[in-house]
């Protein structure tokens, strides 16, 4: 049975197929993985300001950025956050944070 595939998903595949094929370390990123992979390694917290960290399961403020609604409201280093609108965020990686603050604000 054949499964009708995307052009998109086509290039990406063979994209990455190349890539990976002259040096194992390599890999294609599209857009969305690649957005992914900057909030895993700047540990921003987008549209809020504040660069953030992972520990014991829960968001920790590595600080707020100046002039940003995290600074305003009055976020400080080591701060814990465990909720976001009302729903614990416990136990989710940061990238799971991330999306339910950004499902948040929409």
Same mark, same amino acid.
């Given at each position: =049975?054949?499964?009708?595939?995307?052009?998109?998903?086509? &290039? /990406?595949?063979?994209? @990455?197929? =190349?890539?990976?094929?002259?040096?194992?370390?390599?890999?294609? =990123?599209?857009?969305?993985?690649?957005?992914? =992979?900057?909030?895993?390694?700047?540990?921003?917290?987008?549209?809020?300001?504040? /660069?953030?960290?992972?520990?014991?399961?829960? &968001?920790?403020?590595?600080?707020? &950025?100046?002039?940003?609604?995290?600074?305003?409201?009055?976020?400080?280093? @080591?701060?814990?956050?465990?909720?976001? @609108?009302?729903?614990?965020?416990?136990?989710?990686?940061?990238?799971?944070?991330?999306?339910? @603050?950004?499902?948040?604000?929409?």
């Amino acid at each position: =049975m054949w499964k009708k595939v995307s052009d998109q998903a086509l &290039i /990406e595949a063979a994209i @990455n197929g =190349m890539l990976t094929s002259l040096d194992p370390h390599s890999s294609y =990123m599209n857009p969305k993985s690649f957005e992914e =992979m900057q909030v895993q390694t700047s540990g921003e917290f987008g549209g809020l300001g504040l /660069e953030v960290s992972q520990e014991q399961g829960v &968001i920790k403020v590595v600080s707020p &950025i100046d002039d940003t609604p995290a600074s305003k409201a009055g976020l400080k280093p @080591n701060d814990l956050i465990t909720h976001i @609108n009302g729903e614990a965020i416990v136990g989710l990686t940061l990238q799971e944070s991330v999306e339910k @603050n950004a499902r948040a604000g929409q």
